[in-house]
């Protein structure tokens, strides 16, 4: 069971939105399915909330033992001296919102597996942030990730309807930060957004603590894990090279099936990082004048998962 609550809040009385409600219904249906249509989380999206609403609903999240539960937020956020709020409809002076504390201890009590925040708001990099929460409050245990949209001291952008850090996030679930079975973690989701932004952009902040990443989505692998199985067929050794000759290019007149078939196995392996031809620039020309393919460093990480039976 996986469980998700998506929650955007647009219409504060004094300083309104124009993205956030959007942002989180987009991000819900991204996550509610895997790439191929299968189910994935079951989502909860709400909006608009007050205090007591946002303390109720982010209880119940984190309550029982899911296989994972994921909190996504988009809003206000507001920092002081006591620490990071996620502003609510019912903010006042003094009054903010949720304690970004308060969330972070109610996902750290969880018996859930895995327990994903992911903070669209100004000052989201305050949570689990020692040089602003106390120690106590500062602790990510095991199983929690944390991705927010900019450091403690920064606010987070939008452009017109759209939020920077959300929209960076979909293409991400989408197949940006996809590996190349087609798994989308944590880790790669910040990856793949910080490496989006530019030098002077925010900066997102990333805080885990786990001894493996579970996938938030999964989308159709670039390549079929019975192709990436192949790999040790191949290469004995990741440090083997699999010999060509003009019997490998289909256009050949020595072509021979066999052969063109791995042949087309091994091109779609350079195609994404994991093979290279030696002493040529291409692998056609690898094959025509009979040198010779090895996996690179990248190829090797795949080897090792096939050759440990991990894929």
């Not at 191929?36 to 029982?64: C, I, K, M």
């Not at 989201?124 to 403690?152: D, K, Y």
Request: charged letters at 20%; a negative charge.
């Amino acid at each position: 069971m996986r469980k998700a609550l998506a929650i955007g809040i647009d219409n504060y009385p004094s300083s309104p939105l124009t993205s956030c409600i959007k942002d989180a219904t987009r991000f819900a249906q991204t996550i509610e399915r895997n790439g191929d249509g299968s189910p994935n989380f079951a989502v909860r999206v709400e909006t608009d909330l007050n205090r007591p609403e946002v303390r109720q609903l982010a209880e119940e999240l984190f309550s029982g033992d899911p296989e994972m539960a994921l909190l996504y937020f988009s809003g206000h956020g507001f920092l002081k001296s006591t620490g990071g709020y996620l502003v609510t409809v019912d903010a006042s002076k003094y009054d903010e919102g949720v304690s970004m504390d308060e969330i972070l201890v109610l996902a750290n009590n969880s018996k859930a597996r895995n327990r994903i925040v992911i903070l669209d708001c100004c000052h989201s990099g305050a949570m689990a942030s020692p040089a602003i929460a106390s120690n106590s409050a500062s602790q990510v245990t095991e199983g929690l990730s944390v991705l927010t949209a900019s450091r403690s001291n920064e606010v987070a952008i939008a452009y017109g309807d759209e939020s920077v850090f959300t929209s960076l996030l979909l293409d991400g679930l989408s197949g940006g930060a996809a590996d190349l079975r087609g798994n989308v973690t944590p880790g790669s989701l910040y990856a793949y957004v910080d490496e989006a932004l530019g030098a002077w952009d925010q900066r997102p902040v990333f805080k885990t603590n786990i001894s493996s990443f579970a996938a938030i989505r999964k989308i159709i692998p670039k390549v079929p894990q019975e192709k990436l199985r192949k790999l040790t067929q191949y290469f004995d050794t990741p440090n083997s090279e699999h010999n060509l000759d003009p019997s490998y290019e289909f256009t050949h007149e020595s072509a021979k099936p066999e052969n063109v078939a791995i042949f087309k196995d091994l091109q779609k392996f350079e195609s994404v990082g994991l093979v290279t031809p030696v002493d040529e620039e291409h692998m056609y020309f690898a094959a025509i004048n009979s040198k010779s393919c090895r996996l690179t460093a990248f190829g090797y990480q795949y080897w090792r998962l096939a050759n440990e039976g991990k894929i």
